[in-house]
């Protein structure tokens, strides 16, 4: 089936850093979903990408769906502490797949 | 307030005894669907619903049975409980399949 590969696993930065996670496929998306799991929490939507190399902006968060749409990168600039969490992409068509997901830790 | 909600929060049970995981939504929402979040693996589909009496198997369905139903409710049951199937599971829905998925607040199970 389709398999989506999420790097890196984890990452620890300090708190002003910036931060990248990437999401890699092998076949052709028809979209992409970002979201973000609070420790502790449930996975809370953050936005979707349906575009070649569309490029979107929350804040601090930009996303990015590649030219091939087989790839898509969430950056966050300048991190804060309530950035912690874990990072997700989720696609599919009618069995939704997710990353396996980036853990970032912030130091203040 | 529109939401997900799971039943119970947390269960410890034994190998074998029946249980069923209950999931409501009230957003009206076609899509629902189950996953079980393991560390290192990732949150992984069990199954999903498309709409009332239409279900099919993720990627990791083994051991579990769903049923539609209604709308609002997409209830996770597993028949006999191993081991292996201790988790964290979560319900999601959404309107349809790639729109924005809210899930619930999740299922801690542990099976001895």
């Known amino acids: 089936g389709q398999q989506v590969m999420q790097i890196p696993q984890y990452q620890h930065v300090q708190e002003g850093e910036d931060f990248t996670t990437y999401c890699n496929s092998s076949?052709?998306?028809?979209?992409i979903q970002w979201y973000k799991q609070r420790p502790g929490g449930h996975p809370v939507f953050l936005i979707q990408?349906?575009?070649?190399?569309e490029v979107k902006k929350q804040k601090r968060l930009t996303f990015q769906f590649g030219e091939a749409k087989k790839n898509s990168s969430l950056h966050i600039t300048a991190t804060q502490t309530t950035d912690v969490g874990t990072y997700f992409c989720?696609?599919?068509?009618?069995?939704?797949?997710f990353g396996t997901g980036t853990r970032l830790l912030v130091s203040p | 307030e529109a939401q997900v909600t799971q039943n119970p929060r947390y269960l410890i049970t034994v190998t074998g005894k029946k249980l069923t995981v209950t999931c409501s939504q009230n957003?009206?929402?076609?899509?629902m669907s189950w996953y079980r979040q393991d560390p290192g693996l990732g949150l992984r589909q069990i199954y999903y619903?498309?709409?009332?009496?239409?279900?099919d198997k993720g990627d990791v369905p083994e051991g579990y049975k769903v049923s539609r139903k209604e709308k609002r409710n997409f209830p996770l049951i597993l028949e006999s409980p191993s081991p292996n199937q201790t988790s964290l599971y979560f319900c999601?829905?959404?309107?349809?399949?790639?729109?924005?998925?809210?899930f619930g607040p999740g299922t801690r199970l542990l099976v001895l």
């Open positions: 999601a829905s959404s309107f349809d399949r790639r729109e924005t998925q809210y």
């Open positions: 076949t052709t998306l028809s979209n």
């Open positions: 990408l349906v575009k070649s190399g």
């Open positions: 989720n696609t599919g068509f009618q069995k939704l797949v």
């Open positions: 957003m009206n929402h076609e899509y």
């Open positions: 619903s498309m709409n009332v009496e239409v279900t």
